[in-house]
């Protein structure tokens, strides 16, 4: 349904301020023409001409808007790709992210994540886990809510499902999915962002990602954890209670396993994709090198109903200036009968 509704420019402080102090002006002025009415050459014309200049401009500050329900919205023309690593080395409690406190390496992506909704408000984003599989979960969608929910929901994989970590499981996945929305989506800034400890425990040689810099404009890899390492919880939850933990043995040693962050693997990803590498700690963050986004928009249509705001303010402006220009020549003509 369409509407009228006021929508301060400067906010509803400062707006409601300054119309306050017209409605003054406006009242002082009728007051003050009323009372020195028999000594002062101002006319009714004069003092109806300046409390309307005061009214008006009350009204103005006010910002007049009208309220129209559409299903359209506009969004920079950017589109963000998020993959995150939930093997179940993601668990190790050892890296930090912004401050010195100590999280588990999936919990340093979860905060990865929402800076990045923070860091493009106005951007699309697509989302996908990887492990044992890749999984796409969140299709493209301008919706930073829906994707600060899925990063809250993931998990890492139980070490059962494991089959030993390839870093090179989301490849085909990214490969489609980015070839998809580079064809819908032409003109489109299209940036990925991999989050991953580095870790490639599998026999297998990994493949390289040289092929997916065909649809994309820029990539940064980030990389959580730390070189130090840490034991992998066994039953792959990283909010275990300390203490009751029990770790996952490397068969070759019979002691509990030590995973570490890999910075030079991530990197040679990095120089794969023709992007960055970032490895996430206290003092490194995913806002760290942030690849630019899109100056174009484009319209986009839900089936969520929003509101749009539209101030109509012109009319007002046009009545102000035509009120001024007469004030002016009122006052040329006063002058001129004064000399």
């Known amino acids: 349904m369409n509407g009228w509704t006021l929508s301060p420019a400067l906010g509803w402080p400062a707006g409601v301020a300054l119309a306050v102090i017209m409605t003054a002006c406006a009242i002082a002025e009728i007051v003050i023409h009323i009372r ?11 003092c109806v001409r300046r409390t309307l200049i005061c009214l008006l401009t009350a009204v103005a500050v006010l910002t007049p ?39 588990s390496r999936l919990d340093a992506a979860k905060d990865a994540v929402h800076d990045l909704t923070k860091a493009y408000p106005a951007a699309s984003f697509s989302a996908m886990s990887f492990g044992a599989s890749a999984s796409l979960d969140v299709p493209l969608t301008p919706d930073t809510l ?11 994989e139980p070490t059962t499902t494991s089959s030993g970590s390839s870093l090179d499981t989301p490849l085909d996945k990214l490969l489609l999915t980015l070839k998809d929305i580079r064809q819908r989506h032409q003109n489109d800034t299209i940036v990925l962002f991999l989050i991953s400890d580095g870790e490639q ?35 792959g939850s990283d909010d275990s209670p300390d203490g009751q933990e029990t770790w996952v043995t490397d068969p070759t040693t019979g002691q509990p396993g030590i995973s570490k962050l890999s910075p030079d693997t ?29 100056k174009t928009w484009r319209t986009t249509s839900t089936a969520k109903t929003r509101q749009r705001t539209t101030p109509v303010v012109w009319p007002i402006a046009i009545a102000i200036a035509a009120l001024l220009a007469w004030e002016f020549g009122a006052w040329v003509g006063m002058s001129r009968r004064l000399l």
């Open 36 to 46: 020195r009415r028999s000594a002062s050459d101002e006319t009714a014309a004069s």
């Open 201 to 235: 425990t599998s026999t297998t040689t990994r493949r390289t990602y040289s092929s997916l810099r065909r649809y994309l404009d820029d990539a940064l890899v980030l990389g959580a954890g730390s070189t130090t390492g840490g034991q992998i919880p066994a039953d």
């Open 146 to 156: 829906a994707i600060d929910n899925w990063a809250d929901t993931l998990s890492v």
């Open 266 to 294: 991530l990197s040679t990803i990095a120089d794969e994709l023709s992007g960055t590498a970032v490895m996430l700690d206290a003092t490194h963050t995913a806002t760290d090198s942030l690849p630019k986004a899109s």
């Open 65 to 103: 808007s009208t309220v129209a329900e559409t299903t359209s919205k506009a969004v920079n023309a950017t589109d963000i790709v998020i993959a995150i690593d939930t093997t179940s080395s993601m668990a190790v409690k050892d890296a930090t992210y912004g401050d010195a406190t100590t999280i």
